[in-house]
């Protein structure tokens, strides 16, 4: 075998795709440039985390109660070796011991579902084993067993109220769900509720965080907090006119002011975590017996937040120009990679401001608890439904807390398509896939518990990054990367088993081309998939909606698609058009298509008898209304489909988008608010009865 060969033979072993089929069924070779890239890259682990955690020579999946087996001769044990074998579970506990002969095949005994240790004893050498046994399906919930359920699905930032301060909370989260529930809801959808960056609030994006770990805690009611009931100073601070006026015009804006919403919660929290340190009273005495225990159970990784944030607010006073600039990678150089000596010193001299936004997790973590406790306790059957991002984004916490979990100098995206000839790079770095396993993936269980221990439905984004990811080499363009196949059957099993856990449904966002591997193991894992209304127009037509897939959740759009009243007046393609961001002759054909997709909603309805036959109008001489509202709305909500979710901008016909994908700072991304308070909704009958009729149609 020559070194080219070699090479290939590595870089397979190590996942990566020597090719791959475009689109259009061409079959791409990757550059070798690429492939000997990404081999120095995948060949080799980082060491593992600050602190050491456990480490693994393999990792074993296996399904629960079927027997276990393992190919022992990659170990190139002496044939005549005897082998002992212990495993034991998440307790320590004993649940197999043998010894016996060395065989190639190692067979052990059927286990429940869970994660185990197997420790492998043979010729004076020990080896170790993470086990993980998946259950046969993610949870599923058993409302389906009684009814077709649906829910409204919200932008949180984007909730207007006679209460908040200009920017959508958990408390209007609670007075949403306490009204929705009247009329049947069984769950509120929420945007990722991942940190972002404090020093730069302007970083809005919820898909390009700096933690999926750790919440964004500009979403506290903070009024709701017991120690703002108790603390009369900040009470009073609070009333001053120069805070109600600050107040009122945060409210009042069209768009999220994410700059003056945080320099003003940021007021109150600091003055309101000076009153948790030193109120004598027993309700804030038990809170804070309450934070020492979730800091002791979160550990280091906690203060890391902390420390991170206390950083960058030393190194960031305005919003960088450059998004390479972004967290850490626009600190000084010292900074940018501490050893734990300088760590363990950093942690010290900034110990009050580390611990504050330690607590200000713990108030979120807690505020959010209480939240999806009082959705269930109202009857809904799933309460809050939350979104798990890709990745973090390359200038993260959760990347500087940890750089040798992920590929700092590579960037996830897409291969170039028809739709984008240049491909896409979205600039956040991946899992380094081999140290992930080295760690058993302890990292990834540890950040879907962090996430679904809040939610009772759990949507992942681009589900086919598990299987497989289009990654690119720092400075290189996107037509430069290749595809790199991940662990997927070890990462489904951990999905699988904390949705067991957890009893949290998994939808798994697999919009796209899907091969057949990925969709074969969704379907056996009982995993919802995700139907975009939008996206299923098949020869000007949309399907009838008792074939709609069953075991799915079902939108007419999501949060990178305009609107419902936006989509059919095309004024996405007035924004393109204005920014100047497409060429003439694209927007030609997305005019051309939109119309196509009009005409296609309309001779649907009649045809499945939403609108009768010879109804007047048609895509490019009908305006959005009412009744045609209702109608889209009644076919998406008389599908079988199991789950389905309603967009209040949607029910408003409100006109909006609230991601222009392809846009940073040339439009108001993630800024958008709703046009009326969530009082105001529920004051007059529109909302109401559409509700009901929604309720009524999953009934049918």
């Known amino acids: 075998m020559n070194m080219a060969e070699q090479l290939q033979h590595e870089a397979e072993t190590l996942g990566i795709a020597l090719s791959h089929y475009d689109i259009d069924g061409r079959l791409i070779y990757a550059h070798p440039e690429s492939v000997a890239y990404f081999t120095q890259v995948l060949r080799s682990t980082g060491g593992g985390a600050r602190g050491g955690g456990e480490r693994f020579d393999d990792v074993i999946v296996a399904q629960e109660s079927e027997p276990i087996t393992y190919d022992t001769s990659p170990l190139n044990l002496p044939q005549c070796a005897a082998i002992h074998i212990a495993i034991t579970d998440e307790n320590e506990q004993s649940v197999f011991e043998q010894t016996s002969s060395l065989t190639s095949i190692l067979s052990l005994p059927p286990l429940s579902f869970g994660y185990y240790?197997?420790?492998?004893?043979?010729?004076?050498?020990?080896?170790?084993?993470?086990?993980?046994?998946?259950?046969?399906?993610?949870?599923?919930?058993?409302?389906?067993?009684?009814?077709?359920?649906?829910?409204?699905?919200?932008?949180?930032?984007?909730?207007?109220?006679?209460?908040?301060?200009?920017?959508?909370?958990?408390?209007?989260?609670?007075?949403?769900?306490?009204?929705?529930?009247?009329?049947?809801?069984?769950?509120?959808?929420?945007?990722?509720?991942?940190?972002?960056?404090?020093?730069?609030?302007?970083?809005?994006?919820?898909?390009?965080?700096?933690?999926?770990?750790?919440?964004?805690?500009?979403?506290?009611?903070?009024?709701?907090l017991p120690e703002f009931k108790l603390c009369k100073s900040v009470q009073s601070w609070f009333a001053k006119e120069e805070i109600q006026q600050q107040v009122i015009a945060l409210r009042a804006s069209e768009l999220v002011n994410y700059s003056g919403v945080h320099q003003l919660k940021i007021q109150a929290l600091e003055k309101l975590f000076d009153f948790f340190k030193r109120s004598k009273t027993a309700q804030i005495s038990a809170r804070r017996e309450a934070f020492?225990?979730?800091?002791?159970?979160?550990?280091?990784?906690?203060l890391l937040q902390g420390l991170f944030n206390v950083l960058d607010s030393l190194e960031h006073d305005?919003?960088?120009?450059?998004?390479?600039?972004?967290?850490?990678?626009?600190?000084?150089?010292?900074?940018?990679?501490?050893?734990?000596?300088?760590?363990?010193?950093?942690?010290?001299?900034?110990?009050?401001?580390?611990?504050?936004?330690?607590?200000?997790?713990?108030?979120?973590?807690?505020?959010?608890?209480?939240?999806?406790?009082?959705?269930?306790?109202?009857?809904?059957?799933?309460?809050?439904?939350?979104?798990?991002?890709?990745?973090?984004?390359?200038?993260?916490?959760?990347?500087?807390?940890?750089?040798?979990?992920?590929?700092?100098?590579?960037?996830?995206?897409?291969?170039?398509?028809?739709?984008?000839?240049?491909?896409?790079?979205?600039?956040?770095?991946?899992?380094?896939?081999?140290?992930?396993?080295?760690?058993?993936?302890?990292?990834?269980?540890?950040?879907?518990?962090?996430?679904?221990?809040h939610f009772g439905v759990l949507r992942i984004d681009h589900i086919m990054g598990l299987f497989r990811l289009w990654l690119i080499p720092e400075g290189k363009t996107a037509a430069d990367g290749l595809y790199v196949r991940c662990a997927f059957e070890a990462l489904m099993a951990v999905l699988a088993i904390e949705s067991q856990r957890h009893r949290c449904l998994i939808i798994g966002e697999d919009l796209g081309t899907v091969p057949d591997e990925v969709r074969s193991k969704l379907n056996a894992l009982s995993i919802f998939s995700y139907f975009v209304l939008y996206f299923e127009q098949r020869d000007q037509q949309f399907p009838n909606n008792q074939v709609f897939p069953l075991k799915a959740f079902a939108t007419i759009g999501t949060h990178d698609v305009p609107s419902l009243a936006s989509f059919w007046h095309c004024r996405d393609l007035q924004l393109f058009a204005d920014l100047g961001i497409l060429s003439a002759d694209f927007l030609r054909q997305k005019y051309d298509q939109r119309v196509m997709d009009k005409q296609a909603i309309l001779n649907t309805l009649r045809r499945d008898h939403y609108l009768p036959p010879d109804y007047a109008g048609d895509a490019l001489s009908m305006a959005m209304h009412d009744h045609l509202n209702d109608m889209i709305h009644q076919y998406v909500a008389e599908s079988r489909t199991q789950l389905i979710g309603v967009q209040l901008e949607n029910l408003l016909n409100q006109e909006v988008s609230f991601n222009l994908p392809g846009t940073s700072t040339e439009y108001p991304n993630w800024r958008k608010k709703l046009p009326y308070t969530l009082e105001g909704l529920f004051s007059n009958d529109y909302i109401p009865s559409f509700l009901t009729r929604i309720n009524s149609a999953r009934h049918k």
């Open 292 to 302: 020492a225990a979730f800091v002791r159970c979160e550990g280091e990784e906690l």
């Open 318 to 453: 305005k919003m960088p120009e450059d998004e390479n600039q972004i967290g850490w990678l626009g600190w000084r150089q010292e900074w940018q990679q501490l050893s734990i000596e300088q760590c363990d010193a950093l942690l010290v001299k900034h110990q009050e401001k580390v611990m504050f936004y330690a607590w200000l997790q713990w108030i979120t973590a807690v505020q959010l608890t209480e939240l999806q406790a009082d959705c269930l306790t109202s009857g809904m059957a799933l309460g809050l439904y939350g979104d798990l991002a890709v990745s973090s984004s390359r200038g993260s916490v959760d990347v500087w807390s940890d750089p040798s979990l992920y590929c700092v100098n590579v960037s996830v995206g897409a291969p170039p398509d028809p739709l984008g000839p240049v491909g896409q790079n979205w600039n956040i770095p991946p899992y380094n896939t081999t140290e992930l396993k080295a760690r058993g993936f302890q990292p990834f269980i540890e950040m879907l518990r962090a996430n679904m221990c």
């Open 117 to 224: 240790l197997l420790i492998l004893v043979a010729a004076k050498q020990q080896y170790r084993f993470r086990l993980l046994v998946s259950p046969s399906t993610a949870y599923q919930p058993p409302v389906f067993a009684q009814k077709k359920a649906w829910g409204l699905n919200v932008q949180v930032y984007s909730l207007r109220s006679e209460r908040n301060w200009g920017i959508g909370d958990f408390a209007d989260l609670a007075y949403l769900a306490k009204s929705a529930v009247k009329f049947g809801a069984d769950f509120i959808g929420v945007n990722p509720l991942h940190l972002l960056y404090p020093s730069v609030p302007e970083w809005a994006s919820p898909y390009s965080s700096s933690s999926r770990r750790w919440l964004n805690y500009l979403y506290l009611a903070i009024d709701q």
